[in-house]
Nanobody, 124 residues
Framework: QVQLVESGGGLVQPGGSLRLSCAAS????????MGWYRQAPGKQRVLVAA???????NYADSVKGRFTISRDNAKNTGHLQMNSLRPEDTAVYYC??????????????????WGKGTQVTVSS
């Protein structure tokens, strides 16, 4: 079993910054990819940024140059630094991790888990 817990959301004024964190715990052999998604009211969940185990990154066009995704492989944590925030960035932000887990039998398998989300509100 793998658990993901996000933190760092909150209320910020336009132009401000927030840093989201995602802590993964449980029977983790490796995390191949971590991603941040967001879902605004009445809209679908969309990818914001993703990072592979090797450090390759991918960003939505709407956040390029403003958001930076990073990860600490040793600590199984990921971060999303969000600068120059805009009202349209308001959403619930979810962490996703894909990787390899171990079972009590000793067998290994893949996992794909989501955190419960953290609210980010950008408003004056």
């Amino acid at each position: 079993q793998v658990q993901l817990v996000e933190s760092g959301g909150g209320l910020v004024q336009p132009g401000g910054s927030l840093r989201l964190s995602c802590a993964a715990s449980g029977s983790i052999i490796s995390i191949n990819a971590m991603g941040w998604y967001r879902q605004a009211p009445g809209k679908q969940r969309v990818l914001v940024a993703a990072i592979t185990g090797g450090g390759s990154t991918n960003y939505a066009d709407s956040v390029k140059g403003r958001f930076t995704i990073s990860r600490d492989n040793a600590k199984n944590t990921g971060h999303l630094q969000m600068n120059s925030l805009r009202p349209e960035d308001t959403a619930v932000y979810y962490c996703n991790a894909k990787g390899v887990t171990s079972y009590s039998t000793g067998a290994r398998g893949s996992f794909d888990y989501w955190g419960k989300g953290t609210q980010v509100t950008v408003s004056s």
